[in-house]
């Protein structure tokens, strides 16, 4: 990792873990919430699927899972061990929950059926290993959904990742597509999510 890449990886987890103890209550946190709802909903997996939730943040995609009656393997990871905390509070046993970077998940090869990531994905500070390593964990068959922040307008990204206490950078629709194709995977739909959202899932062939 380059040493730039350090610093914002640091300057992430370091917001992350001051923002974790107000996280579940800020305003915009109900919009978080709107995604990850339209996401399970088109997601709609076998209520067996083992299923890796990227950037779980307190588990709340989790637990939404949970209260939808899913009884598949369930795991999270998050590179703020205050994040976890909370996460580990609403969860309690149901979800195997890791301290990990996105480049290093602490799976074996073709382990989940199902990864997803809401939200998080303009974080990540080496976009190409990361997306990488979410298709490595994955079945063959799986499927990868990405739902990241996105704008029409490019300027708006720009101020955006300025102003953003950890961002690296707003993808495009067509950047997501060469990430998941580089990574191996066959992207099968991509879809706006409101106004400032979009989707991107991925088949692992």
């Known amino acids: ?23 579940d209550y800020f305003p915009l946190i109900l919009w978080l919430h709107s995604v990850q709802k339209k996401v399970l909903r088109i997601m709609d997996p076998p209520w067996k699927a083992a299923i890796l939730d990227i950037g779980t943040g307190t588990g709340s995609a989790i637990h939404m899972l949970i209260q939808r009656g899913h009884r598949g393997k369930l795991a999270g990871v998050d590179l703020s061990p205050r994040m976890l905390e909370r996460a580990r509070r609403k969860l309690g046993k149901r979800a195997e929950l890791h301290l ?17 990531s809401t939200e998080a994905f303009h974080h990540f500070t080496r976009p ?3 997306t990488r390593e979410m298709a490595r964990v994955l079945k063959k068959g799986g499927r990868l959904y990405v739902a990241d922040v996105n704008f029409f307008f490019r300027p708006k990204a720009w101020l955006f990742e300025k ?3 950890g961002c690296v950078h707003i993808y495009t629709g067509d950047e ?28 692992k062939r």
């Open 1 to 23: 990792m380059a040493m730039d890449d350090g610093r914002k990886l640091k300057r992430t987890r370091a917001f992350f873990n001051l923002w974790a103890t107000a996280y």
């Open 100 to 116: 990990a970077d996105v480049t290093k998940l602490p799976f074996k090869a073709g382990s989940f059926d199902i990864v997803m």
């Open 128 to 130: 190409e290993k990361a």
């Open 163 to 165: 102003v953003e206490p």
């Open 176 to 203: 997501m597509r060469r990430l998941f194709e580089k990574a191996g995977l066959a992207v099968t739909t991509q879809r706006r999510l409101g106004l400032l959202a979009i989707l991107t899932i991925g088949k």
